[in-house]
């Protein structure tokens, strides 16, 4: 099984700073690698797909980059709405299974 | 416009069992593969089950095997996850969500979750 290790579990930032969030994974996941963002009491919401495409509608502000095993997050400039839990998410060929990292929490400073 | 709706949350008794609804709309969902997402209160995602789009594959994680079933109706746009001889450990709001595969391989569409706590 893949275990996926997000650093640092929380990011202290103002806005306007950048923050860059990792995702380590226990072997290589080639490029099958998602970011995703949690509001406390809403739905996750996609914003990188195969480590760097982004989804639809998401602003340039938010890039992925990385393969193999090690991943990056970058937030060029936190916007106020930017304030989050974000997680990673990796799919194993065989047998199919998809996990979760534990999150990183983008709080303000 | 896009949109999933989960229904059939609840409390429930352990060793009991639940049959969880998501409603599609805005999108031709026979197309699509599609899941189930959990989340713990306070603790992060775990994927539970992916179905595929006539129903002919289905994966589960390790911990629902043999007490999940995922399910789908292309007719009626909707996708079950029949939940049986539930534990404390399966309280969660579940997710369902889209799985666009292979154009994308992520979960890019998710409801609003529905809640089941599994308590006595």
């Known amino acids: 099984e893949i275990v996926l290790t997000q650093s640092p579990a929380t990011l202290s930032l103002s806005p306007g700073e950048r923050a860059t969030l990792s995702c380590r994974a226990s072997?290589?996941?080639?490029?099958?690698l998602a970011w995703y963002q949690q509001k406390p009491g809403q739905a996750p919401r996609l914003l990188i797909y195969d480590a760097s495409n982004r989804a639809t509608g998401i602003p340039a502000r938010f890039s992925g980059s990385g393969s193999g095993t090690d991943f990056t997050l970058t937030i060029s400039s936190l916007e106020p709405e930017d304030f989050a839990v974000y997680y990673c998410?990796?799919?194993?060929?065989?047998?199919?299974?998809?996990?979760f990292g534990q999150g990183t929490k983008v709080e303000i400073k | 416009e896009v949109q999933l709706v989960e229904s059939g949350g609840g409390l429930v008794q352990p060793g009991g069992s639940l049959r969880l609804s998501c409603a599609a709309s805005?999108?031709?969902?026979?197309?699509?593969?599609m899941s189930w997402v959990r989340q713990a209160p306070g603790k992060g995602l775990e994927w539970v089950a992916n179905?595929?789009?006539?129903?002919?594959?289905?994966y589960y994680v390790d911990s629902v095997k043999g007490r999940f079933t995922i399910s789908r109706d292309n007719a009626k746009n909707s996708l079950y996850l029949q939940m049986n001889s539930l534990r404390a450990e399966d309280t969660a709001v579940y997710y369902c969500?889209?799985?666009?595969?292979?154009?994308?391989?992520?979960?890019?569409?998710w409801g609003q979750g529905t809640m089941v706590t599994v308590s006595s």
């Open positions: 805005g999108f031709t969902f026979s197309s699509y593969w």
């Open positions: 969500a889209r799985y666009p595969y292979p154009v994308g391989d992520a979960f890019d569409i």
């Open positions: 072997q290589s996941v080639s490029s099958y």
């Open positions: 179905i595929k789009q006539d129903g002919s594959e289905k």
């Open positions: 998410q990796q799919r194993s060929n065989w047998p199919p299974s998809w996990t």
